[in-house]
């Protein structure tokens, strides 16, 4: 939440200073502002947005209940977003960076939970970063079209 690297790094970058003042607000437990699979939602600071939601996907461990954190991120987001009367979300691909969550299992369960009857007046929208990912998640969508 503080202005990292990869898509945090890049968000904080385009939303300027007022975004770390509020993530700065963000009351922490033990230094953790956002623990995996939870999300937090503060303002947007210079970004063309109400808010931004922020989620902490998990570092990528089969055997130690990934899919669990990564769909509570998901889903954590998308309620805060129905809680807070947001008419649309905007996701990349969460953990799919240096987290190492492989794609295909990622976008397998995003898409799962983004298409769940609750989140249907909501406008999701992800913006995926490369050839691969991007064909990975359309062939998810068409598998769940069918």
Known sequence: MLGG??????IHMAAGPRLLEECR????????????????ITTAGNLNCKYVIHTAGPIYDRERGSAQVLKNSYINSLNLAL????????FTAIS???????PDE???????????????????IFYLFGREIVEIWQAEFSDLSE
């Not at 690297?5 to 890049?10: C, I, L, S």
């Not at 809680?83 to 905007?90: G, V």
């Open 83 to 90: 809680e807070n009367n947001c008419s649309s979300i905007a």
């Open 106 to 124: 990622a976008a397998e369960i995003s898409l799962a939970v983004c298409n769940q009857d609750m989140y249907k007046d909501l406008q999701i």
């Open 25 to 40: 607000k963000v009351k922490s437990t033990n230094g953790i502002r956002c623990p995996f699979g939870e999300a937090r």
């Open 96 to 102: 799919c960076g240096a987290y190492g969550y492989p």
């Open 5 to 10: 690297g990869g898509v945090d790094g890049a």
